[in-house]
């Protein structure tokens, strides 16, 4: 639960250094030590004084600074984010202080909002902390983690909590996604998904195909990045390649549906033709899960064997 501090003491903590290697900064938020319940409570952040100078010019001079100081596109996100050019600069430091108290580098920072620019010009009460309450409290992702998940998927930051968030994580939750299966910092990428447009027709493909509903379950729980994958650009050409090129079996992929992280181009139909050519056949785990060299070197020590055999 949030709770609003509308009337700060009068000594506040100093806010944390904004310069390109800052000091760690104070948390702006405490953690109740309730092992069931994490509780944010965020302190006031104060407005810095704006200078009192009527030239419109310097003050927007000092944005582009800031800007390139966190490696910042300033065309880009002015182009993107309109607002921005009327935007304060005390506006825009309050997000990178919010970001920065959930343990989140400068240089991490800056890329998060050159990606998404709009979140120059957020309320940090509004917009940001509400996502990371939910992530602490309802996803329950530790604390010490949040950093992990929104660097993994800063888009996570611009989705609503209400309307994106809460309904994918629910239906993550019926999928399976509990207990030792449950998001984690790895995993919250999914909660960006739209259940309807993409999640759903997924898992429809995989039952297409011929699997059973628990085998889905199963096989999306072990490799997660299942549901992240396109159909027409990933699922569809492997499966193809799969069953007709190797004449494979449903079942092996059921065992090891990690074969859709490979790269079909890249990996899959290399090392398959590689032991086509001479002969020879792997799972797909043995084939894939191996770097190129031990590949290389168990393609060598079959075809070594092979002859071993032909001498005896």
């Not at 108290?101 to 909002?113: D, K, N, P, Q, T």
């Not at 950093?147 to 989705?159: D, H, M, Y």
């Not at 085998?215 to 396109?230: A, C, E, K, Y």
């Not at 090129?245 to 059921?254: Q, S, T």
Request: proline residues 9%; glycine residues 4%; positive net charge.
């Amino acid at each position: 639960m949030l709770t609003w501090l509308q009337n700060p003491p009068k000594t506040l903590l100093p806010l944390p250094s904004l310069t390109p290697n800052p000091s760690p900064p104070f948390p702006i938020c405490s953690i109740s030590p309730k092992p069931t319940k994490t509780s944010l409570k965020f302190l006031h952040i104060p407005t810095q004084p704006t200078p009192t100078t009527t030239d419109t010019g310097l003050k927007f001079r000092e944005k582009i600074l800031y800007l390139q100081a966190l490696k910042i596109n300033p065309t880009k996100v002015l182009e993107l984010n309109p607002d921005l050019r009327s935007a304060t600069l005390d506006t825009i430091k309050a997000v990178e202080i919010c970001l920065a108290s959930m343990g989140i580098e400068r240089s991490a920072i800056g890329r998060i909002l050159d990606m998404h620019p709009q979140l120059l010009t957020s309320d940090p009460y509004i917009d940001l902390y509400p996502i990371f309450d939910f992530l602490l409290n309802d996803v329950v992702i530790p604390f010490n983690d949040i950093r992990k998940s929104i660097i993994r998927c800063p888009r996570i930051l611009v989705c609503s909590v209400e309307d994106q968030l809460k309904p994918t994580f629910e239906f993550l939750k019926e999928f399976g996604f509990v207990g030792t299966n449950r998001i984690t910092c790895q995993t919250t990428v999914l909660l960006v998904s739209s259940v309807e447009l993409t999640l759903k027709p997924k898992v429809d493909y995989m039952l297409s195909l011929g699997f059973k509903r628990n085998d889905v379950v199963n096989m999306v729980l072990r490799s997660p990045g299942l549901l992240t994958f396109s159909i027409d650009k990933n699922f569809r050409p492997k499966v193809e390649y799969f069953l007709k090129e190797m004449n494979g079996d449903l079942g092996e992929l059921k065992k090891f549906p990690q074969y859709f992280s490979f790269s079909l181009e890249g990996k899959i139909k290399p090392r398959h033709r590689l032991l086509v050519e001479h002969g020879f056949s792997l799972s797909l785990s043995e084939m894939l899960k191996v770097s190129d060299g031990e590949f290389n070197a168990r393609l060598i020590e079959m075809r070594l064997r092979l002859l071993e055999d032909k001498q005896l």
